[in-house]
Structure formats: C-alpha cells, structure tokens
C-alpha cells in the first residue's frame, strides 16, 4: 500500500540521516553530504568502499528495525487479532476501547 510504501521511505530517510549526518555507524564520526543529481553522477564525495560501507550501515539499521518489529508483532499477535476484529466490525476504535481490547 502507499501507507507502507511512505513508511519504508521515512525509515530510510531516518536510517541515512543516523549514518550520513550523525556519524552513527563504523565508518567513524564524520558527516557525509548525500549527492543529487548532477553532483551525484559527476562528482562523488566517497570512495566505493566508503560508499559501500556507509550503504552497509544503513541496511544494517533497516534490518535491525525489520526484525524488533517483527518480534513485537509476533509477542502480540493475539492482541492485534482481537484489535483488527473489533476494528472489522466497528470500524472505529476509541482510547477506551482499545484499552479494553489490550
């Protein structure tokens, strides 16, 4: 769906923000301008290795959020059952509600 779709990209937006602007990863604390366009064709600011390294890093962000996601939806998979029920039902879902559900 575009709703994931959105997410996906925020989450990658997030993940370079942590690598290339934060220094958040192995490639040392340093900040990396991401290229665009023209400039990113004509003129890299980093090495293959460095690129591949700080491309590493974010992946590696990704996969690490994929898989706590994962585990959560996985530990409260009856619990978002009984939320998409009520919410097939209902349609809609209040604070109180959706406490009662939990």
Do not use: W
């Not at 709703?3 to 990396?32: H, I, P």
């Not at 301008?33 to 293959?48: C, F, H, I, L, S």
């Not at 290795?49 to 992946?59: V, W, Y």
């Amino acid at each position: 769906t575009s709703g994931a779709a959105n997410d996906l990209k925020v989450a990658t937006q997030l993940a370079e923000e942590m690598v290339l602007r934060l220094g958040m990863s192995d490639t040392g604390l340093r900040v990396f301008n991401k290229p665009e366009g023209y400039e990113a064709m004509v003129a890299p600011r980093t090495g293959q290795r460095t690129f591949e390294a700080l491309d590493h890093a974010i992946k590696q962000i990704l996969d690490e959020c994929y898989a706590e996601a994962k585990r959560i939806v996985d530990a409260k998979r009856e619990t978002m059952q009984r939320v998409t029920d009520y919410l097939l039902q209902q349609e809609t879902l209040s604070r109180e509600e959706f406490l009662a559900l939990m």
